[in-house]
């Protein structure tokens, strides 16, 4: 069984969590759920390509965007947890039999990061999604 890295499962998280390749590094190609992060991720990557060809108007467009916004804010929220779970805690679960490694400040850095862009990413989501129902209520979004 081969060793499973905390520093780089958080890091994973942080660059790729949005389309499940920190699960793939985990638990292996036919992890089940991870083949449910691709498609969600790449409706709202759809949807913002939407918009930004076709306009903020696009009502589809600002339907699918939230949705990118939630799956990387979710990965960023994983590589968080990934990145301050004990070392101890880790090695039991992830690397039952091998013995624990240490590890230092890449978690922490990973940490750092997921949390500076998690927050960015959901308070804009959360700004972008209020605002569009607000205007949809009022009537000025086309439907």
């Known amino acids: 069984m081969r060793y499973r890295s905390k520093t780089l499962a958080t890091w994973i998280a942080v660059a790729g969590g949005a ?3 920190h ?5 292996g190609l036919r992890d089940r759920l991870g083949w449910l992060h691709p498609l969600p991720t790449l409706i709202g990557l759809a949807g ?4 930004r060809n076709l306009g903020q108007d696009d009502a589809l467009g600002w339907l699918l965007v939230p949705l990118l916004g939630l799956r990387l804010s979710v990965a960023m ?8 779970t004990p070392d101890e805690k880790w090695d039991a679960r992830r690397n039952p039999g091998q013995p624990g490694r240490t590890t230092r400040w ?8 997921a949390l500076l862009v998690g927050g960015i990413v959901l308070m804009g989501t959360i700004a972008f999604s209020v605002q569009r129902f607000f205007e949809w209520q009022l009537g000025r979004l086309p439907v």
């Open 19 to 21: 389309f499940g390749l």
């Open 23 to 27: 699960r793939f590094y985990l638990h």
């Open 48 to 51: 913002a390509v939407r918009m």
């Open 77 to 84: 929220l994983t590589a968080i947890v990934y990145g301050l």
């Open 106 to 113: 890449g978690p922490v850095l990973g940490v750092i990061l």
